[in-house]
């Protein structure tokens, strides 16, 4: 029997995790919330900010400072039998060009999780990526990616998410032969996220935030020319919801998109985060500049997502509008640059 009062996150100090884990504060308050985190990107002041931003209180969990690959699942999940266990820690440098280091952090000790999780009958949510889609043939005609579509991927951080969804299929399939019942695991393939708690993220934080930081140092936002790349921009408040509903006992396991559905280009975006910050054109007009050879090998010039399948097997759709989203985001982080002097302090 699971315990009401448990959850276990991983990555709980980075972008997501911190997000999920005031969510989960504000939800369920009696709730003890386990962190695991390695801190090689998160920080305890993401975590702390995001559950003051959920509910204006303090973090009232504990923090495991591990690797996710150092943990004996099989003992804290037995343990602990948490409600549900949130998988949302990972390498996510896109740019990182040491294979074995990015499978080694993303994958292994992945297969054991989900076996602990379904001995313990709990929930498993896991975080994927758009980036295991690679360039699929859905890009050249500009169509929301179905799931089906996904398994070349451009990088190694996609690949990594790619091994991790094989994992979990080949874990779910022997359960079956083996006369069980299909563990309930859900993968989800986060497209491009934007929101609050990206302090820490450095080159890696969204698109919404690099320009925001260069308009509000005064600098013209920098695009690649000629700036009509699209992507599927998702506020992290739904990426938040889509987790929470993947956890939910008539949620049905498997690996989903996660993103808005929409198609955003990136002169659309800076528009929006410029409106945002209360600056007109005129004032932070844009600066074109050519893609480099070295990005422009793996860069996906389309993302959106198709998301049918989320829908059908969870029960849940995005709510929020991306462009308001992102001039809601651009306006929350004005008044906290004015409140800080700084960008590196928001939120922190």
């Keep these: ?47 702390t900010s995001a559950c003051d931003r959920a509910s204006g209180e303090a973090f009232r969990g504990e923090v495991v400072p591990e690797p996710v690959h150092a943990i004996d699942w099989t003992a804290l999940v037995g343990l602990e039998a948490p409600k549900a266990v949130f998988h949302m820690g990972a390498i996510t440098d896109t740019t990182l060009s040491d294979e074995a280091e990015m499978i080694r952090a993303n994958v292994t000790g992945f297969e054991e999780m989900l076996e602990a999780c379904d001995d313990a009958d709990a929930p498993l949510v896991y975080a994927s990526s758009a980036a295991t889609y690679g360039t699929p043939p859905e890009t050249r005609s500009h169509e929301p990616f179905p799931e089906p579509s996904a398994g070349r991927p451009d990088n190694v951080y996609g690949f990594s998410k790619w ?22 695991a859900v993968g989800l393939r986060f497209f491009n996220v934007f929101g609050a708690g990206e302090e820490k993220k450095a080159h890696m934080a969204s ?40 956890a939910e006992p008539g949620a049905t396991p498997g690996v989903y998109n996660l993103g808005s559905g929409r198609a955003t280009s990136f002169n659309e975006l800076c528009a929006a985060v410029r409106e945002g910050l209360g600056f007109s054109e005129a004032e932070r007009a844009n600066e074109y500049f050519a893609m480099p050879e070295r990005i422009r090998a793996f860069y996906q010039t389309f993302t959106q997502a198709d998301m049918t399948a989320a829908r059908e097997g969870l029960g849940w759709s995005p709510t929020r509008d991306p462009l308001e989203s992102l001039r809601d985001y651009g306006r929350w982080l004005r008044a906290h640059h004015e409140g800080s002097g700084s960008l590196d302090k928001v939120g922190a």
């Design 163 to 184: 091994v991790m969804e094989n994992t979990h299929r080949r874990f779910a399939e022997r359960r079956v032969r083996e006369g069980g019942r299909t563990p309930h």
């Design 207 to 246: 698109m919404a935030r690099q320009l925001a930081e260069q308009m509000l140092r005064g600098d013209r936002p920098r695009l690649f020319a000629p700036g009509d790349q699209v992507r599927d921009q998702v506020p992290v408040e739904d990426v938040v919801d889509c987790v929470l509903a993947g």
């Design 1 to 47: 029997m699971s315990n009401p009062n448990g959850y276990i996150v991983t990555g709980g100090c980075g972008f997501v995790g911190a997000n999920l884990v005031g969510a989960l504060q504000k939800r369920d308050p009696g709730a003890r919330v386990i962190v695991v985190d390695d801190f090689r990107s998160g920080s305890f002041t993401v975590l």
